[in-house]
């Protein structure tokens, strides 16, 4: 009774997946590969989302300690603020991020005002569009390792003597450590495959905003051979990405 | 416990995401095409349009819906690159009306459509927001380096025609985005986010003043030819050749050139 659903889910889920698999362009794959602008879209993808992920990390673990350490009023309320990138469709995500640092918007008319710095049509506009919609994935994730650490550690250290930050650095941070690698891997694999977020709010220009989904995007509508071939890339990176998460996620009790 | 689940859901989400992401591209699968019953009864009439006609195509729509009681006309407007792409793939549509004769190649080369025929020419003209900020007067002011400047992406009649009227000018212009259809680039400007775009004149007319059109000369040398055809598998059959009957006629030709389009035989 079950069983039946059961495979045609699988299926339905791994299907699509073959048919990327079964249309790619074998012969000439090394090829396309190697061309410019796909090298060019990859080292931006990969460039991008790497430091996205260190800005999340810079900001997210703080953020993420302050949710699950320090009781303070409206707590619920900033953690549900601080998820709802996560459900809100990425392209709103980008209209919001055009009207507030765009050069019309609240902060960026006095950012290019202040220190003529326009945000928009920029790679830095790619980075913030990243960590705009993966952030919530790190934070949601450390919340969850500092929830489920023994809080005993460290009030053993504060008891001897160890200040906030030095609890944090030497006890905490130590404990929790798998839990912020796992949030950084899906920060990072979330970032990479922006799209909505990031052709609404940094636009297209091969080498500066064109990311490698803005190229499948974008190759779908001549060439759907390379968009083949660039979502296969996309396809072996998440695969990968699965794979180094394996441990974590399937032998989770 | 209810924190550790939500981390381990934290996780299997994004993954699940990423793969349905993934596999959205490429397969080539024709969907079915259910749009409307083939022949009697309540119809209706899909219309793949490219995102230039958008206002008027809607107003003309409306007209066909009150000149033919219980029909439906439904609307996909995008660039028409990527619609021709759609149609190509099996999407369900019985008309399409392309921004450019090579994009409707694309569905004719596929033996999806008849003899298409051109109802409208439209010209590029410069668009500047309203302030015009970057005190852009011609077509030459965009290759200053300071003026930021949006195109359509070259695979869209937009682009493609921007390419041809900058090539013609011997203007070369680095843009900050190339975007993926005309209504995106316009929108650039009326946010104030670029300085100028190359789009057609009728998204500056259809902008209603948040938006000043400039002329330039080199535009004649890259006007847009607008076709349109019944697609072979039309599912709405006769109600579809009634649609592009109203297109080609002459209510069709008056709303379009109230909107700035120019009629075939002039030029």
Redesign the interface.
Known sequence: MLVLPAVAGLVF?VL??A??LI??PWPTLLERLAEPQVLEALRLSLVCASVATAVCLLLGVPLAWLLARVDFPGRRLVRALVTVPLVLPPVVGGVAL?LVL???GLVGQWLEATFGI?L??TTAGVIIAEAFVAMP?LV??V???L??ADQRFEEAAATLGASRWTVFRRVTLPMIMP?VV?GAV?CW??AL?E?GAT?TF????PGT?RTMPLA???A???E?EA??VL?LV??AV?VI??AS?RD??VS?? | MA??R???W???L??AL??A?????????PAASTTSASAGGAKEVTVFAAASLTGTFTELGKAFEAAHPGTTVRFNFG?S??LA?QIVQGAPADVFAAASPATMKTVTDAALAGSPATFVRNKLQIAVPADNPAKVAELEDLTDAKV?V?LC?E??PCGAAAVKALDAAGAKVT??????DVKATLT?VE????DAALVYKTDVIASAGKVTGIDFPEADRAINDYPIATLAKAPAGEAARRFVDLVLSQQGKDVLTRAGFEAPDQR
């Open positions: 889920l699509p997946l048919g990327l249309r790619a055009l765009g050069r019309r326009t928009p049509f994935f949601i994730s919340e969850g390792a929830r489920g839990g796992a899906l694999a979330r495959g799209f052709i940094a636009g297209n220009f905003t499948v995007y974008l779908l509508e001549t759907p968009a083949i979502s996309l396809l998440s990405i699965l998460l974590r996620w989770s009790p | 924190v550790r939500l981390s381990r934290a996780i299997a994004p993954v990423a793969l992401g993934l596999s959205g591209c490429g397969s080539g699968e660039s690159a990527t792409q930021k949006a992406a695979q869209v843009p900050v985005t190339l975007e993926q650039k946010l104030g986010e670029v």
